[in-house]
């Protein structure tokens, strides 16, 4: 594959600004864990730690934390009120609708705009705020014409309850689509080291200056443990233990890392229900490639 990035060059950006105005940390939070098992449905048990988990993100200078309405639903956008409202004014908080959930293993998309204006509208008071930074489409509904959907985003936000608008898990066409109907400031599909499926969405945002927020960015079970991780020689998990030994970090370190490096329009955001990860994770983002790993993590 091509990697995109100079071999020159190993710095990763710290930040971007989606949408062209909100300048974001590219290493920041994924709160959906903060929800009840299983199924991410219901009140996260240990809601003050939960609280605390978030309000330490934003001491370490977490500034961008990514929900939706269907964590929960509705009970993980309250966590975050809960905890740090009011918001610093460099926080931005982006959530999602969509998708209606009414049990743990019943998970429908509802693309409707009668659906998708109730979802922003309860996000709104739920989160506690009149207009909701970065507002998601969760899921395309296969019931419901895709502009219609994004049609009735861009009427949200004509209205002023959404400042700029993103799309989850769609199609490179689905995307191009949407753009002819209201500006797109960011995808969130599935992208980690392991899992490249996206790379050509990716690669369309970052040449169209969006934001790429990929979900599950520590896919593999072990990566997201942070456990040490068997060395087959030319593995993709034998190059990340041989880096993360190198640099003295974990592997699951190493590969947020990459995730920075492959593309300066990323945000990533892990999520954990641990101070202690949490911290882990975002001290991934201070860790600076040589050209050569850069180049060995993007060739595997």
């Not at 959930?101 to 409707?112: F, V, W």
């Not at 233990?241 to 892990?270: C, D, M």
């Amino acid at each position: 594959m091509t990697d995109n990035i100079s071999t020159e060059e190993a710095i990763a950006p710290k930040t971007f600004k989606l949408g062209g105005d909100l300048e974001v940390d590219r290493l920041s939070y994924g709160a959906m864990r903060l929800t009840g098992q299983p199924g991410n449905f219901g009140p996260y048990a240990d809601w003050e730690g939960g609280k605390k988990l978030l309000q330490r993100a934003v001491e370490l200078g977490v500034t961008f934390i990514d929900t939706a309405e269907a964590y929960g639903p509705g009970d993980n956008e309250e966590i975050i009120a809960a905890a740090l409202h009011p918001y610093p004014s460099n926080l931005t908080i982006a959530t999602k609708g969509g998708i209606n959930k009414p049990a743990p293993d019943n998970i429908r998309a509802d693309g409707s705009p009668e659906n998708l204006r109730r979802g922003c509208e309860g996000s709104l008071q739920r989160l506690k705020l009149d207009r909701i930074d970065l507002y998601q489409l969760h899921r395309p509904d296969s019931k419901v014409p895709f502009a219609e959907s994004v049609g009735a985003l861009a009427e949200l936000q004509r209205e002023g309850k959404i400042r700029h608008i993103g799309l989850s898990n769609v199609t490179l066409a689905q995307l191009e689509e949407a753009r002819k109907i209201v500006a797109i400031a960011s995808v969130q599909n599935r992208l980690n080291i392991a899992d490249r499926s996206h790379e050509a969405i990716l690669d369309y945002c970052t040449q169209q200056d969006i934001a790429f927020i990929p979900y599950a960015p520590l896919g593999a079970h072990p990566l997201k443990r942070g456990a040490p991780l068997a060395n087959p020689q030319g593995s993709t998990e034998g190059v990340l233990t041989e880096i993360a030994t190198r640099h003295g970090v974990k592997p699951n370190q190493i590969a947020l890392t990459w995730t920075l490096h492959r593309a300066p329009n990323i945000i990533a955001i892990p999520g954990t229900t641990t101070i202690a990860h949490l911290e882990e994770n975002v001290a991934a983002a201070s860790i600076e490639l040589t050209p050569d790993e850069v180049k060995s993590l993007g060739e595997m």
